[in-house]
């Protein structure tokens, strides 16, 4: 794995757990080109690494992430946000993409792009104190990083229509309540849950957890009778591999099973 150093973000592991630390602190995390060129960088490094098997992103300081940078959106002209829209769409892509499950530790301030990271993650936990919303119409601009598409989906449309369309900041309870976050925990037990999961995850079968993203990935934007025989393909390769073998012997001989994505 990468031991590279950079600018604007932290990486290290725990085991097989990977954990981005997006840290541009003094601005809140925003997303500059140069924050976006690094995670593209350490997200490219991670789909490549097999023994990272599950990511969790998260934020140094009181935001997760404030948006996209403002300072530095405020002069583009259309081909710049072009650029910069292309560069984002394809991190956010690759993110949601990755075949390894994701989890957003949502620590502070998830605004804007924030919140569109944050819904790229398969799994969104957050700290009491977060606060989650897309402020774009504020400031003249329509979310573009799928924010429209992704928190529709999540929340729903009522809700997605009322929160783009009034710029409302909502806490990470009432996001708890829309099912934009699976968990809300206190602000010091935030690392500590996002591992939990991502442990639990992890002592799971590999390739069964990856083949259930795909479906569930694929399901989403398909119609459902596409979307079940992709499900029952994905299914039946499940029995191809060793780990399935493995998974219910164990469970036929009461012991625990010994996974070795394989
Ligand atoms: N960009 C740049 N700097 C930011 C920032 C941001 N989004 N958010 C905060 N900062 C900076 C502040 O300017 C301040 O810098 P200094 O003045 O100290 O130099 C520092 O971070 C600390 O912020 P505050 O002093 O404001 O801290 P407070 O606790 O008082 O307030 C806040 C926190 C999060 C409520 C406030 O900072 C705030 O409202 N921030 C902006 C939030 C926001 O509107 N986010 C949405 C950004 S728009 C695109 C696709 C997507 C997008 C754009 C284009 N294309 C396809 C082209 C995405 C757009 C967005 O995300």
Redesign the pocket.
Known sequence: MTTKQYNNLKFSKEGTIGIITLSRP???N??NTELLLELKDIVKAISQDETVHVLIITGDG??FV??????E?KDFNSVM??K??EL??SVFKKIENLKIPTIAAVNG?A????C?LAMCCDIRIASENAKFGQ??V??G?S???SGCVRLARLAGLAKARELIYTADIIPASEAEKIGLVNKVVPPEQLMEAAIEMARKIASKAQIAVRYSKMAINKGIETDIETAIAFENQVFALCFSTEDQKEGMTAFVDKRVPEFKVK
């Open positions: 003094k601005a809140l925003a997303l009181k935001a404030a948006g996209a940078d403002i300072t959106m946000g072009l910069y829209g984002g769409a301030f605004l804007g792009g924030g569109e402020p774009e504020g400031l601009i979310p573009g990083f």
